[in-house]
């Protein structure tokens, strides 16, 4: 399969979409509330003494932004904005908490991505927000699409 590079830690693979090529982490910037700790191999959660941090293993895979371009800058992003929803499927962090995963998403983009050249951290930011909101957008146009009658 054909590899190609994204960044240093993340790689793209034909028939995969994305893979860790090296282990990422992300200490967590919101006042999340998990209910343990999680290890699987591909990913964890983890509690260490200055707070929660998210770990992708090396090979994790994902499916990049989910109904958005995959831009470089939005990558990492993607990456802890979807362990964070497999942590909401698995029971670890509470459903209530979703709200705090698409501000995690702006966060790690505004740390982590590369600010671009023309509009350099002013556009990084509002690219941040407009990824934080395209996400809620997207929830609730699923959650609300059309009601269903069981007859």
Wanted: charged share 25%; net charge neutral; glycine share 8%.
């Amino acid at each position: 399969m054909t590899q190609y590079t994204v960044d240093d830690k993340l790689h793209y693979q034909a028939g995969i979409k994305y893979l860790v090529a090296r282990q990422w982490e992300w200490k967590l910037k919101g006042d999340f509330h998990p209910k343990s700790t999680f290890w699987c191999s591909w990913y964890a959660l983890s509690r260490r003494a200055d707070g929660w941090y998210l770990v992708a293993h090396e090979g994790c895979g994902w499916d990049g932004a989910t109904w958005f371009p995959d831009f470089g800058w939005i990558m990492q992003a993607s990456l802890g904005h979807d362990i964070l929803h497999w942590l909401i499927a698995r029971g670890i962090i509470p459903e209530s908490e979703n709200d705090l995963i698409d501000a995690e998403l702006a966060a790690i983009v505004k740390e982590r991505a590369k600010a671009p050249k023309i509009g350099g951290e002013t556009l990084l930011r509002l690219r941040a927000w407009y990824a934080e909101k395209g996400t809620n957008l997207v929830n609730q146009k699923l959650s609300s699409v059309h009601k269903v009658y069981i007859v």
